[in-house]
């Protein structure tokens, strides 16, 4: 008798596995999904930086040893713009090969051949150490001359008020929720539509031309390469 696995819940934390072996990504996805987790997975290097562009992931499981850019390398990048939590997985065993990755900023090791049961503790383990306690709600943040108050989306400059679209003020709440953080095109998509990530672009820089000097070149509505927007915000 087949049961049907459970639906995954909305805020079910999200996990990037990224393996050249068909094998073990089917066995983690399958294995991770059963136990609460959403499960996104990669076959290479490349693979996972273009899920890493669309989507946001509360965890990384990077094999050390993949053809082309090694799992190592590609934490090392990963590393040099992003706190996302990365959990290794490697056939070396040697004590140089592990602090190489701890000091790239990998947050645990499991060595293969793993017990997937010993992989579920530590991950869970993992993101209990870099779960950040809930902020207080944001008021208000503050870039250049303006001013937007997050729950009346009212944007002023110097005290009077600047005419925004609805989309603008959307957009607007979403960056200001993480001030000075890189928020991806995605969730800048309307709610309700298609992704469409082109109308996004359009969006920012219509928004651009109403609280930059200098829209081409841009002080506080940054683009991220590879990443989406950030607002730079006065603290």
Known sequence: MIH????????APHLLVVDD???IRDLL???L?????????????AEARSKLEGMAFDLLVLDVMMPGESGLDLARSIRSGSAVPILMLTARAETEDRIAGLETGVDDYVSKPFDPRELLLRISS???RTSTP????????RFGDFSFHVESGELTCEGKSVRITDRERDMLRVLAAKPG???PRQALVAPGTEANERAVDVQINRLRRKIEKNPTNPAYLRTVRGGGYRLVVIA
């Open 4 to 11: 049907a696995r459970k639906p995954l819940a909305d805020d």
């Open 21 to 23: 072996d068909l094998r």
């Open 29 to 31: 996805s399958r294995y």
């Open 33 to 45: 999904a059963d136990h609460g987790y959403r499960v996104t997975t990669a076959s290479s290097a």
């Open 126 to 128: 993992v993101l209990r």
């Open 134 to 141: 809930l902020q207080p709600a944001i008021e208000t943040v």
């Open 181 to 183: 953080e890189t928020v």
